[in-house]
């Protein structure tokens, strides 16, 4: 391909071929030319070889070159003066060219003179170049021969052109045109145009190639527009010379419209050229684009060019195999290689292309950007994307924003993302630190879907890419884990997960990079260690992966320097690594390899491996009580979720499991005996016992010889040759066994099921009388004892909570009963004991510092605000009231069950106060396993009491309650907000401890949030019948107390359980519905099948249903809930609900209007209250929903001026606690929140309008869509032409609206309205400026009344905001005071606009100055020695314009009706100096 060429490079090319020749011909015989030396010389007479000999060239025959005596320059200017000075000249140049044919008759003197000549003087003695040109080229830079001599070659070469030379002699066409190429000067450009378009159409087509591509260096610019036409018209006659065309006139200055003619001619055969054509056909049309077209060209380009199925998958997988194998391509021969290398040079062209042209590369992206359709997104649009960003550096962000729309909208798939790399890995692998840098970006993300796609670029680099590419993969991988972001660090242990998995041998390169992790543990989670030692397990420990013993040893390096850790942190580490690396060893492999029993089942030597690990582990973790217990967990967890050989379950079940019995269980009829502070009794037994038969839990012997052993002093684990058994491992212990049986019995728990109904030996727990009367400690000790029963029954309730029998289900729902009434007992205890230091029910890594916090300036702050906060975090973090997917809880809304026996004025703040309490000890409750919530599913269940031979002997109905329901509702929305919620930017220096967020998740940590989420997705038929229950009760509760829920008749505690149970149902519902993953095309089929549950809850019967017609029946089945809503916040859940299904859907318009009218009547509804509340409704829930309410509706300035207009004149007109009749929920102390989201969503709405042009009076239609529905609504159908008036009026409108609202604050001039309205006052004018000046200043003549009543309004707002200004001076609120001076810089602009318009509608006179004085808000004025002294000095520019009779006047910021009517107060720094 030739580009534009310089002079010195052509030429060195020109004497390389020169001197090529000379090789070749000295490579005859020397003696032969050494014995015919003096033979050689021509010897002729004529004038052409005496003129030549005279001037300084010897002629030579045969193969001998000619020879130049002279400097060429020389040669040449003695040979031009001889011609000139001749007596015969002009004719004299005649006779020398017919000397010059005749001697060229003969082939070897023709050759002789197109090759060099040979210089026969010194090179240190030549003036000129270093290299000999030929006799031809010399002769050419005569001018006066030019012409003939050019004619003499354009006649000579048709007698070359079908000569079948040897490719090893010279080609004499190739010569005759190489002596045409950089000539100094050329004298008649024309007439060689001519003459070589002529021989183009006869020549030989190899030699149309030389000529086309030789164009550029042949002819000067002035012939450029002469050569594009003919070669246009070339390129349209003959398709096999499109390339050398296109080459040549990507290099020609040619008219810029030409070029887009033959760009046009080209893309429409895009698609019918060959693939070693495309890469000078795209040179030239890039070449070719401007900055005008190229969006257009670029997206036509994109459409056409289909590189994928230029070359073959199936063969470049074959190729890439072989590539990575030998280290290097296929041969020359191999038909993908070859087309491989095309494409490489395709890329070549575009990555030049982009990196020298910036209009290129940036409309590239944004044709990307335009595609909407998935199906038409491309492998080529993504390597583009990947091109550009590696390119220019600049473009960067704009590709990653434009990546993580597409990723987000599902646009760029997983499958496009695996073509892209598979099929162009040789192109990308190039640029592989480029794309490791956009996967690092991307999962910086907070979104997952985008984290998810950022994880996927390192797979499929590691896949496809070379080994050094993985080894760069692997290292920023490492480095993510080291980053301290939780995200990023569970994100790049899930790669590596999968790496492991995808290409064992070529982790085992990497593996030393991952080992180095093993250093840096201290800040990375309990999960994230599992994950680690997993991935290191799998390493150390694979078949494949013989030579992988050195990490074995290290990784029990690691782990013994761990576990014998005198810091427990460390130990805890150790125990979490080797649980981890024993279930790797232990896995049962008879699944994967069915070759050999040996080979599949577990040798004796590694289970004697596995054994002695686990025996290290509990030799040392045994004389630790929260070791022994993480240790159970850790060894639960493993058999839970990976499947153990049976040799090492049954070594487990014979050497750990069955020491619990001897541990924990003692006999019923045997009594504790001993010096217990408390009367020792068996209590919550479901059975009736003889005295001989049944068990018991040994539980408060075992805490009491724990805690007052030794004096009073905890037992510590320093006690020499005693084993100790601690109550803390009662659970986990529990946990282990009841998998183990699980495990080896397939899920049958016959072995174990008497646990479920014996006893425990406690004390009685019901404090009564007596709670004053303990001790510090007592209360202590009782706290702890009912911790641990709480634990073990919520351990029991996981164990049997799949049972299907009615049996055992009814005792699965006792317990559930026992620990809601347990609750109710330590919250009485916990508010009296704020020091208590529970024992801990999660062990992770992250626990074992938690304290709870102390209850009593918490409560005292909550008694005083009448609120709950949002859930505490535990480690003395302070409450949050954001709004996520756990908002700040209400009293009356969100209660909690445990004082639902409790009728008295007080309920709702004791219920704050225990609730809270019981938070504040989330960490110390065992965490309860998702499989628990099928308990849901449970309805009235019928337990039979069987007498002493097996007969029924009585019937009991057992049936899942309010409390127990509320209870279930609270732990799951508390497991949904864990996972479902978004990462939020919580970034932990790399040697700080994480925060406490995942603190009682650790089994949840186990399971993917799809897992999650398609586990609650089958628990949606029993929450919508509970959903549909509650709502029955409150419509039942309301007809029957005639919608007065505070009636006498109302029991105030079930009220406020069914409250929070229809505010956690609501909860959970948006929680699963809001989940990003939904959007994922691999979750489609789960929110499909969602769908079909909540719309057969209103239509039965269709099956298989568009998601639309789905998403319609769903948002009708939740919208008809509105009725029964109970509280506000339950109102703005089901908002939220609505509005997620709604963003679901395509055809939201008919919807949206539903949610702003249903938003309109929760604002319309009198909410019932507590009677010691100031504000039963929460600012930040109420400004939510009035902002879903103003931004749903179809009129925001109809809807601001209805609640301004109609709801605050009722308000300001009512007594002190009372509220607005049209808007109840529009109080004194809510005024505030109405105040500032009418004012926002005012600012927002009118910087929405475009701004009015002149062409607007011609133009019948809004740029950029923006037609306003309320302008439809508003004007009739004659007005709607005139553009001007229908913004013209919205202005009105709008002004008017900001009107009312700034007038408030003459009457509610609390600090936030003020603060509100200078921060918003500001922004109003400002948009005023921007948006409504310019259309002013088309209208004035057309519509003078409407613009004058306009701006007469908008003065008297802007002197109010003026007052303000100045009522903030004097009271020197600094928190004011910081807004003032950006708005008088804002009202001065507006002074000098209103001038600017009058002075471009010809009104210049009617501007004026006039004497202004500063005001307070109540008008009057201010008066201080400043303002006094400098009276005179104070002036403020006013505007009047008097058109007809109407005269208006601008001061300061405003205008004035007539000149000197009132007096305003001035704008300028000077007044405010008071």
């Known amino acids: 391909m030739v580009s534009k060429r310089r002079l010195s490079k052509s030429e060195d090319k020109d004497n390389l071929t020169e001197d090529a020749s000379k090789t070749r011909n000295q490579s005859l015989s020397k003696k032969t030319k050494k014995s015919q030396v003096l033979n050689e010389v021509e010897e002729n007479d004529s004038i052409f070889v005496n003129f030549l000999k005279t001037s300084g060239i010897i002629l030579k025959t045969g193969e001998s070159q000619n020879q130049l005596a002279v400097d060429q320059i020389a040669f040449q200017k003695?040979?031009?003066?001889?011609?000139?000075?001749?007596?015969?000249?002009?004719?004299?140049?005649?006779?020398?060219?017919?000397?010059?044919?005749?001697?060229?008759e003969d082939e070897d003197s023709f050759r002789n003179c197109l090759l060099s000549c040979e210089r026969l003087q010194d090179e240190e003695a030549s003036m000129g170049a270093s290299y000999s040109k030929s006799l031809i080229r010399l002769l050419l830079g005569i001018d006066i021969l030019q012409p003939a001599i050019i004619k003499t070659l354009f006649e000579k070469l048709p007698e070359y052109f079908f000569d079948n030379k040897n490719s090893e002699e010279v080609n004499i066409p190739r010569l005759i045109v190489s002596q045409l190429k950089w000539l100094d000067r050329v004298v008649d450009g024309k007439d060689l145009t001519t003459k070589i378009m002529q021989l183009i159409t006869v020549a030989p087509e190899y030699l149309q190639h030389d000529i086309i591509t030789s164009l550029p260096e042949i002819l000067g610019d002035f012939q450029h527009a002469d050569v594009g036409k003919e070669l246009s018209d070339l390129l349209i006659e003959n398709t096999s010379l499109t390339v050398p065309i296109l080459d040549v006139l990507s290099s020609l200055r040619l008219d810029p419209n030409f070029l887009v003619k033959i760009r046009q001619l080209v893309m429409d055969k895009l698609s019918s050229i060959r693939l070693e054509d495309l890469p000078v056909i795209i040179k030239f049309i890039l070449h070719s684009v401007t900055a005008v077209d190229a969006l257009e060209v670029i997206s036509e380009l994109r459409e056409k060019l289909d590189l994928q199925h230029c070359v073959l998958p199936s063969r470049l997988q074959a190729s890439q195999v072989k590539l990575k194998s030998k280290g290097r391509a296929s041969?020359?021969?191999?038909?993908?290689?070859?087309?491989?290398?095309?494409?490489?040079?395709?890329?070549?062209?575009?990555k030049s292309a982009i990196r020298y042209e910036k209009t290129i590369s940036e409309a590239w992206i944004k044709a990307i950007e335009n595609i909407a359709s998935v199906s038409e997104h491309k492998v080529f649009d993504l390597v583009m994307l990947f091109i550009i960003y590696s390119t220019n550096t600049q473009t960067k962000k704009y590709i990653e924003r434009v990546l993580r729309n597409k990723i987000r909208s599902g646009c760029i798939q997983e499958q496009l993302l695996q073509s892209t790399l598979c099929v162009h890995y040789l192109v990308?692998?190039?640029?592989?630190?480029?794309?490791?840098?956009?996967?690092?970006?991307?999962?910086?993300?907070?979104?997952?879907?985008?984290?998810?796609?950022?994880?996927?670029?390192?797979?499929?680099?590691?896949?496809?890419?070379?080994?050094?590419?993985?080894q760069e993969v692997v290292g920023a991988l490492v480095t993510h884990i080291c980053s301290g972001n939780e995200a990023e660090v569970d994100t790049a242990l899930d790669v590596l997960l999968e790496l492991v998995v995808l290409n064992p041998s070529a982790m085992m390169m990497n593996a030393v990079f991952v080992k180095g992790i093993l250093d840096y543990l201290d800040n990375i989670s309990p999960q994230q260690i599992r994950k680690l030692f997993y991935v290191l397990s799998t390493l150390a420990f694979s078949k494949q992966n013989e030579a992988s013993s050195h990490i074995q040893d290290d990784m029990h390096l690691v782990i013994r320097k761990q576990l014998s850790s005198t810091i427990f942190k460390y130990k805890l580490i150790g125990i979490i690594g080797a649980v981890t690396m024993a279930g790797i060893m232990a896995a049962d492999r008879s699944g994967s390899s069915s070759s050999t029993q040996e080979r599949a089942s577990l040798s004796d030597e590694q289970c004697t491996q596995v054994t002695s690990l686990l025996q290290l582990v509990h030799s040392c973790s045994e004389q630790s009580p929260q070791a022994s217990a993480l240790y159970y967990d850790e060894f639960a967890n493993l058999i839970q979720r990976e499947k153990l050989d049976p040799k090492a379950l049954e070594w487990v079940g014979h050497t750990i499991c069955n020491d619990f019995q001897d541990a924990f269980v003692v006999d019923i009829c045997v009594v504790p005996e001993?010096?217990?502070?408390?009367?020792?009794?068996?209590?919550?037994?479901?059975?009736?016992?003889?005295?001989?038969?049944?068990?018991?839990?040994?539980?408060?012997?075992?805490?009491?010889?724990?805690?007052?052993?030794?004096?009073?002093?905890?037992?510590?684990?320093?006690?020499?040759?005693?084993?100790l058994v601690s109550p803390l491992c009662l659970a986990p212990y529990f946990r282990l066994l009841r998998l183990c049986v699980e495990r080896q019995h397939n899920g049958n728990l016959e072995e174990i099921d008497g646990l479920l109904d014996c006893p425990i030996f406690l004390t009685d727990l019901e404090p009564g009388e007596r709670l004053e009367s303990m001790s510090s400690k007592e209360r202590s000790f009782m706290c702890s004892l009912i911790f641990l029963t709480l634990n073990w029954f919520r351990e029991i309730v996981n164990a049997f909570c799949q049972e299907r029998s009615p049996e055992m289900k009814g005792k699965v729902l006792t317990r559930l009963k026992h620990i809601v009434e347990l609750q109710i007992i330590l919250e009485k205890y916990l508010a009296v004991t704020p020091d208590c230091v529970p024992p801990l029910g999660n062990f992770d890594v992250e626990t074992l510092d938690t304290t709870p916090h102390t209850g009593a300036a918490v409560s005292a702050k909550i008694r005083k605000k009448g609120k709950i906060e949002r859930k505490q975090k535990a480690g003395g973090s302070k409450t949050s009231s954001s709004d996520t997917f756990s908002e700040e809880k209400n009293a009356e809304c969100d209660p909690t069950p445990l004082h639902r026996g409790q009728l008295n004025k007080e309920f709702t703040g004791k219920e704050e106060k225990s609730s809270l309490l019981l938070h504040n000890y989330h960490a110390f409750f065992r965490e309860l396993d998702i499989e628990v919530f099928s308990i849901l599913h449970c309805g009235l269940v019928t337990k039979f009491i069987l007498d002493t031979e097996m007969h029924t002997e009585a019937t009991e109905v057992v049936q899942l309650g309010p409390p127990e329901l509320l209870f279930l509702l609270e732990d799951l929305s508390q497991k949904l907000e864990s996972t479902l919620t978004?990462?939020?930017?919580?970034?932990?220096?790399?040697?700080?401890?994480?925060?406490?967020?995942?603190?009682?998740?650790?089994?949840?940590?186990?399971?993917?949030?799809?897992?999650?989420?398609?586990?609650?997705?089958?628990?949606?038929?029993?929450?919508?019948?509970?959903?549909?229950?509650?709502?029955?009760?409150?419509q039942c509760l309301a007809?029957?107390?005639?919608?007065?829920?505070?009636?006498?008749?109302?029991?105030?505690?079930?009220?406020?359980?069914?409250?929070?149970?229809?505010?956690?149902?609501?909860?959970?519902?948006?929680?699963?519905?809001?989940?990003?993953?939904?959007?994922?095309?691999?979750n489609q089929s789960l929110l499909y099948s969602a769908l079909c549950v909540l719309s057969s809850r209103l239509k039965q019967g269709e099956h298989n249903q568009p998601l639309e017609a789905l998403l319609s029946q769903s948002f009708h089945y939740l919208q008809n809930f509105h009725q029964s809503i109970p509280n506000f916040q339950c109102a703005l859940y089901l908002i939220r609900l609505l509005m997620v299904i709604l963003e679901k859907s395509t055809a939201s318009t008919q919807n949206k209007e539903k949610i702003a009218s249903l938003a309109r009547q929760f604002l319309c509804r009198v909410w019932p209250s507590g009677e010691k509340e100031k504000s039963h409704i929460s600012n930040d829930q109420l400004h939510a929903l009035l902002c879903i309410y103003l931004e749903h509706t179809d009129s925001v300035l109809k809807a601001i001026e209805e609640i301004a207009g109609v709801g605050v004149p009722e308000l300001i007109n009512s007594p002190k606690d009372a509220s607005s009749s049209t808007f109840p929920t529009l109080t004194r102390h809510?005024?505030?929140?109405?105040?500032?989201?009418?004012?926002?969503?005012?600012?927002?709405?009118?910087?929405?309008?475009?701004?009015?042009?002149?062409?607007?009076?011609?133009?019948?239609?809004?740029?950029?869509?923006?037609?306003?529905?309320?302008?439809l609504f508003i004007l009739p159908p004659a007005n709607w032409?005139?553009?001007?008036?229908?913004?013209?009026?919205?202005?009105?409108?709008?002004?008017?609206?900001?009107?009312?609202?700034?007038?408030?604050?003459?009457?509610?001039?609390?600090?936030?309205?003020?603060?509100?309205?200078?921060?918003?006052?500001?922004?109003?004018?400002?948009?005023?400026?921007?948006?409504?000046?310019?259309?002013?200043?088309?209208?004035?003549?057309?519509?003078?009344?409407?613009?004058?009543?306009?701006?007469?309004?908008?003065?008297?707002?802007?002197?109010?905001?003026?007052?303000?200004?100045?009522?903030?001076?004097?009271?020197?609120?600094?928190?004011?005071?910081?807004?003032?001076?950006?708005?008088?810089?804002?009202?001065?602009?507006?002074?000098?606009?209103?001038?600017?318009?009058?002075?471009?509608?010809?009104?210049?006179?009617?501007?004026?100055?006039g004497n202004l004085k500063n005001r307070d808000l109540q008008g009057e004025e201010i008066i201080s020695q400043n303002s006094q002294e400098s009276t005179a000095d104070e002036s403020e520019d006013e505007v009047s314009s008097q058109v007809s009779k109407s005269k208006a006047t601008e001061d300061g910021e405003e205008e004035e009706l007539s000149a000197g009517e009132e007096e305003q107060d001035s704008d300028e720094s000077s007044d405010d100096s008071d």
């Open 78 to 104: 003695k040979l031009f003066q001889t011609l000139r000075r001749h007596p015969s000249y002009p004719k004299i140049i005649e006779e020398f060219v017919n000397g010059l044919e005749s001697y060229i």
């Open 331 to 350: 041969s020359s021969g191999n038909q993908e290689g070859s087309g491989q290398s095309c494409i490489i040079l395709l890329f070549d062209v575009i």
């Open 428 to 470: 990308l692998k190039d640029m592989c630190s480029s794309i490791l840098s956009l996967a690092q970006s991307l999962l910086h993300s907070l979104d997952q879907s985008i984290i998810s796609f950022g994880s996927l670029l390192y797979k499929y680099a590691f896949k496809f890419f070379d080994t050094y590419c993985q």
């Open 674 to 723: 001993g010096d217990f502070p408390f009367p020792v009794k068996a209590l919550y037994g479901l059975e009736e016992y003889e005295t001989q038969d049944g068990i018991a839990i040994n539980l408060l012997p075992l805490l009491f010889s724990q805690e007052f052993a030794k004096d009073g002093g905890p037992v510590t684990s320093q006690e020499s040759g005693q084993k």
């Open 982 to 1034: 978004p990462f939020i930017a919580r970034r932990i220096p790399f040697l700080k401890n994480k925060g406490s967020r995942n603190i009682g998740f650790s089994h949840l940590r186990l399971r993917s949030a799809q897992e999650i989420v398609c586990c609650v997705f089958q628990l949606l038929t029993p929450m919508c019948n509970h959903l549909e229950n509650i709502h029955n009760y409150f």
């Open 1039 to 1082: 007809a029957e107390n005639h919608d007065v829920v505070d009636g006498s008749g109302v029991k105030v505690s079930e009220y406020h359980i069914m409250s929070s149970c229809y505010q956690r149902l609501l909860q959970i519902f948006h929680g699963l519905f809001a989940w990003s993953g939904l959007s994922q095309p691999e």
């Open 1230 to 1271: 809510t005024f505030v929140v109405f105040f500032r989201v009418m004012m926002a969503e005012l600012e927002k709405t009118v910087k929405k309008i475009e701004p009015g042009t002149a062409a607007d009076s011609q133009q019948l239609e809004v740029r950029n869509g923006l037609s306003f529905p309320w302008l």
């Open 1281 to 1409: 032409h005139e553009i001007h008036e229908k913004k013209l009026l919205y202005w009105n409108m709008a002004v008017r609206d900001f009107s009312i609202l700034i007038n408030l604050i003459k009457v509610f001039d609390s600090h936030p309205v003020l603060h509100v309205c200078l921060k918003y006052g500001r922004l109003f004018v400002e948009a005023f400026l921007k948006q409504c000046m310019p259309l002013l200043d088309f209208s004035f003549r057309k519509h003078r009344e409407d613009v004058l009543s306009l701006l007469e309004t908008f003065q008297l707002d802007t002197r109010l905001l003026h007052h303000l200004c100045g009522h903030s001076k004097i009271h020197q609120d600094t928190r004011l005071t910081q807004h003032v001076p950006l708005l008088k810089k804002t009202l001065e602009l507006l002074v000098c606009r209103v001038k600017a318009m009058l002075t471009l509608n010809n009104c210049r006179e009617a501007f004026w100055l």
